[in-house]
């Protein structure tokens, strides 16, 4: 019961990382880098802090915060550096080789990655037959997602399809895919190296579905520090750092607003993974990485239908695309055999 109910936690997370990218459309008059650093100030500075606080026992936070060994603290922000890294070259993998065959890439790797290494380089780590199958029936989904979506490209025109990857490089892309899969899987590496501040949230009396919640408070400090750098270079480089003043009163209280929910939707993925991940124990713990990105396809892909990015793909391409979401699903039931 256990595992299932670890599922359905990370289910939920997964259901506001496929949609956290909705709110995004109300903004106006932002580029891109404004937005989205702001979103970054809600789910990766105030959210972090704001849950953990609302989670620990009252009183609690600064002392385990103090009490936690530095060690840990510097590892889980210099992962989540590493993960920022893999956030933004994710978006020049699609850019260099379309959304399927990009993500697939990607998200492939990372689902691997983010599972299989943290395990094996732990202290008297290894890796079970449940984990090893269902991190290949996960990354089975991911490619049959992208065959669907090379179906659907496949279906377009040339003038289509040049529209679609105007830069299409096989080789930069390639490289630059593994390099965001790698990367991107840095965070489950955070979760790992951040054990030691779960020990002393659990030692305060954290109930353990919470227990990595300070954890995450560094983790993703590491995230915003590669983001800002990025997206501060971004507003200087493109003269769009006046986005934040140029608006009126009630634009910029709306875009403040909708980046802030964008970035609410997007913290849940952690902070219920973090709760489904902390049900999950012994060998098949490490899988919960491989559930959560297989949940985020298949709910962004379901997204997808309902959004009409699938329209005018052949009833083939959509049976493919189904059973590559079914795929997905189905990996994450493989923690019942554990």
Known sequence: MSSLSAIGLIALGSIGAASFYVPFKKVKEWAWESYWISQGVAAWLILPWLFAFLTVPHGTLMSIISEAPSSAKWLAIFFGMLWGVGGLTFGLSIRYLGVAMGQSIALGFCAAFGTLIPPLVSQGGSLSWVVIAGVSVCIAGIAIIGYAGTLK???????????????????????????????????????????????????????????????????????????????????????????????????????????????????????????????????????????????????????????????????????VLLIGIIVLIASTFVVNLG
Request: aromatic content about 18%; glycine content about 8%.
């Open 153 to 319: 490209s496949k279906g377009m025109s040339e003038e289509e399809r040049k529209a679609a990857v105007k830069e299409f490089a096989l080789k930069k892309g390639l490289l630059i895919a593994v390099l965001a899969g790698v990367m991107s899987a840095a965070f489950s590496y955070g979760y790992e190296v951040g054990k030691p501040i779960d020990q002393v949230a659990l030692h305060y009396g954290t109930n353990p579905l919470y227990q990595s919640n300070p954890t995450l408070i560094f983790i993703l400090l590491g995230g915003f520090v590669t983001n800002f750098i990025y997206c501060f270079y971004l507003n200087i480089k493109n003269k769009t750092i006046k986005d934040y003043t140029s608006v009126s009163a009630s634009v910029l209280f709306s875009n403040i607003f909708f980046t802030f929910l964008a970035g609410f939707l997007w913290f849940l993925q952690f902070h219920f993974y973090g709760m489904g991940k902390s049900l999950l124990t012994g060998s098949i713990a490490p899988f919960a990485w491989s559930i959560l990105m297989a949940l985020n396809i298949s709910f962004s892909n379901i997204w997808g239908i309902f959004l009409n990015e699938w329209k005018g793909a052949s009833k083939t391409t959509m049976i």
